[in-house]
């Protein structure tokens, strides 16, 4: 499988989706943290925990991307990663 049949693949497009949704977790937490400083600690609360499960399930996707694709980011971004199947 090249890498644009990559981007033809539910678990890649799942794997960026879970990798923005993070992110934006993230960002969302600390703006609230330190800028506004509001926010109950149920809120903040919420936001780790959800981070926690992102996180995990990010993880998860990897493993699968690279135990069934030959997917490794690390290797794709250094540009020596072969992706065939």
Do not use: C, D, Q
């Not at 609230?32 to 926010?39: A, F, S």
């Not at 499960?53 to 135990?67: F, I, N, R, T």
């Amino acid at each position: 499988m090249n890498k644009i049949a990559l981007l033809t693949v539910p678990s890649f497009w799942s794997l960026v989706f879970t990798g923005m949704a993070i992110l934006y977790i993230i960002i969302e937490l600390l703006f609230r943290t330190l800028v506004k400083n509001g926010g109950s600690k149920t809120s903040h609360l919420v936001m780790v925990i959800l981070i926690a499960l992102l996180v995990g399930v990010h993880g998860l996707l990897h493993l699968g991307m690279e135990s069934v694709y030959g997917f490794n980011p690390m290797m794709t971004l250094s540009g020596s990663n072969n992706i065939e199947l």
